[in-house]
């Protein structure tokens, strides 16, 4: 009997020892997570009916996640995907202090000042060197549009190319229209600009033009009223800005927002 319980006790020992030998198992591998699912298309069906059938401009992913931007008409808008819910405002980057939504308005108004050719505007530009280029919406009639173009030697003193286009408050057809069509149609423009700006007569004339399609490119970009400003980077700044203070301002990096930046660090 005491043999049998030593034979069992090495065979206990030996077989605890062979267990302490045994290699650790190979840890268990980690799963790679699964590629994020894209959403969706956005649902269009409600939004096309608000607008009366008009299909967006352009439609990509917004910076917060389950947002789709929607250009419209030169506005920009955010889409929820199931197309109920549509977000008009601002999307602010906290990280970078940057108005997303306002660089973008910004890329629209340039690349839509830039299908607009330089011959059909009514252009002031200076004798020298041309240092910056301002296209400003104007009115005949606008209070402050005159007093900026009463300014005009030191807007071409600073080295600024003024470049007009029409933007009759008032609509087709209008008194402000009319004169806007008549500085068009005159054989001097940019003189017939200066006299109806100083509120001299000039000869009613008639032509093709384009002052209509002029004021409704306005509309488009959301003017409001006048003058407007498209500054060189896309900004538009509304109202009067002295010669000085604009050309501080174009000095500026393009990239600089600097009358719209939203957050101070």
Same mark, same amino acid.
């Given at each position: 009997?005491y043999? =049998? *319980?030593?034979?069992?006790?090495?065979?206990?020992?030996?077989?605890?020892?062979?267990?302490d030998?045994?290699?650790?198992?190979?840890?268990a591998?980690?799963?790679?997570p699964?590629?994020?699912v894209?959403?969706?298309?956005?649902?269009?069906?409600?939004?096309?009916?608000?607008?009366?059938?008009e299909?967006?401009?352009? /439609? %990509?992913?917004a910076?917060?996640a389950g947002?789709?931007?929607?250009?419209?008409?030169?506005?920009?808008l955010?889409?929820?995907?199931?197309g109920?819910?549509?977000v008009q405002?601002?999307i602010l980057?906290?990280?970078?202090?940057?108005?997303?939504?306002?660089?973008?308005?910004?890329e629209?108004r340039?690349?839509? /000042?830039?299908?607009v050719?330089?011959?059909d505007?009514?252009?002031?530009a200076?004798?020298?060197?041309v240092?910056?280029?301002?296209t400003?919406f104007t009115?005949i009639?606008?209070?402050?549009?005159?007093k900026?173009?009463?300014?005009m030697?030191a807007?071409?003193?600073?080295?600024?190319? /003024?470049?007009?286009?029409?933007?009759?408050?008032?609509?087709?057809?209008?008194?402000?229209?009319? !004169?806007?069509?008549?500085?068009?149609?005159?054989?001097?423009?940019?003189?017939a600009? =200066? !006299?109806?700006?100083?509120?001299?007569n000039i000869?009613?004339k008639?032509?093709?033009?384009?002052?209509?399609?002029?004021?409704?490119?306005?509309?488009?970009?959301?003017?409001?009223?006048?003058?407007? *400003?498209?500054?060189?980077?896309?900004?538009?700044?509304?109202?009067?800005?002295?010669p000085? %203070?604009?050309?501080?301002l174009?000095?500026?990096?393009?990239t600089?927002?600097?009358?719209? =930046?939203?957050?101070?660090p």
């Amino acid at each position: 009997m005491y043999k =049998t *319980l030593l034979i069992v006790a090495a065979l206990y020992t030996a077989s605890a020892w062979a267990d302490d030998k045994k290699p650790e198992p190979a840890p268990a591998p980690v799963p790679t997570p699964a590629p994020a699912v894209a959403l969706a298309a956005p649902e269009l069906n409600r939004l096309q009916t608000a607008l009366n059938g008009e299909k967006p401009d352009s /439609i %990509q992913p917004a910076a917060i996640a389950g947002l789709y931007e929607v250009i419209v008409g030169g506005q920009v808008l955010y889409l929820s995907a199931d197309g109920r819910f549509v977000v008009q405002g601002d999307i602010l980057d906290l990280d970078s202090h940057a108005n997303l939504t306002d660089n973008r308005r910004g890329e629209l108004r340039d690349k839509a /000042i830039d299908t607009v050719a330089e011959k059909d505007m009514v252009v002031f530009a200076p004798e020298g060197p041309v240092r910056h280029t301002v296209t400003i919406f104007t009115d005949i009639d606008c209070g402050y549009c005159r007093k900026m173009h009463s300014q005009m030697a030191a807007y071409s003193k600073e080295g600024i190319k /003024i470049r007009y286009l029409m933007f009759p408050r008032e609509g087709v057809g209008s008194e402000s229209y009319n !004169k806007a069509v008549s500085v068009w149609c005159a054989d001097n423009r940019q003189e017939a600009m =200066t !006299k109806a700006k100083r509120g001299d007569n000039i000869e009613r004339k008639t032509c093709d033009n384009p002052v209509q399609a002029q004021y409704e490119l306005g509309q488009k970009l959301g003017v409001r009223g006048t003058p407007s *400003l498209i500054l060189e980077n896309g900004d538009m700044i509304p109202g009067y800005v002295p010669p000085a %203070q604009l050309a501080q301002l174009l000095a500026q990096d393009r990239t600089t927002k600097a009358s719209k =930046t939203v957050v101070t660090p």
